[in-house]
């Protein structure tokens, strides 16, 4: 079993539609990271969460570490947000363990 | 304010070959990560290095790979006789150090072997 796992895998959504990414954590972190990928493309650090909440214009990081779970939001989505969204929890000093990413596909 | 910078953005070598990858973390980051991302599959930590020093290499292939951070000038990963299962997408990250301290990635380097 991974240490960070990622839910959905894949999912594709029409314009305008609210997005929920999951991503569940079995060890001890000290920090989760959101990263945007596009394909082909570089990593984008979009969040790193040690608890609660943040917000970024139409993007919201939430984690609960009690129970080892957080979940990225997208309001409003737009077909530019699609990208694959990796999750990573960082070990230790500074050692990041990722997901295996979910590619969203916003379709217009 | 530059981002992290990688070069080559795409590398092509032949199977036998030496392939170096070169990271210049973001004015003012001490501390620099490299990751392999295999065709498909999802990131994977290869090392952490501060300047002059290798702090956390576990994730590094026990042959052919070597990592250094110099004191003057970029990060280098080096592989030495490239072989087929090396042809991967490899990512650089930067930080400032310390558990507060995000890291900021490169567009990595693809990297092709024939």
């Known amino acids: 079993k991974n240490e960070v796992e990622q839910s959905p895998q894949n999912l594709t959504a029409q314009e305008g539609e609210f997005i929920t990414i999951n991503c569940s954590y079995s060890?001890?972190?000290?920090?989760l990271h959101w990263l945007q990928q596009h394909p082909g493309g570089g990593i984008v650090s979009l969040f790193m969460?040690?608890?609660g909440k943040k917000k970024h214009g139409r993007l919201i990081a939430t984690i609960n570490i009690q129970e080892k779970h957080s979940s990225l939001h997208i309001t409003a989505s737009h077909p530019r947000d699609s990208a694959v969204y990796i999750c990573?929890?960082?070990?230790?000093?500074?050692?990041?363990?990722f997901g295996q990413g979910t590619r969203l596909t916003i379709n217009p | 304010n530059a981002g992290v910078m990688q070069n080559p953005r795409h590398l092509v070598r032949r199977r036998g070959q030496e392939a170096r990858l070169r990271c210049s973390p973001m004015k003012g980051h001490s501390h620099v990560y490299w990751y392999r991302q295999l065709p498909e599959e999802g990131l994977k930590f290869m090392v952490y290095l501060q300047k002059e020093n290798i702090i956390d290499e576990s994730g590094m292939p026990k042959e052919r790979f070597s990592a250094e951070f110099p004191k003057e000038g970029p990060s280098i990963l080096r592989i030495q006789q490239v072989v087929r299962g090396d042809s991967a997408a490899y990512f650089c990250a930067s930080s400032r150090g310390g558990a507060d301290q995000p890291q900021h990635f490169g567009d990595g380097t693809r990297l092709s072997i024939l």
């Open positions: 969460l040690s608890s």
């Open positions: 060890v001890g972190i000290s920090a």
């Open positions: 990573a929890v960082r070990q230790g000093a500074q050692k990041l363990v």
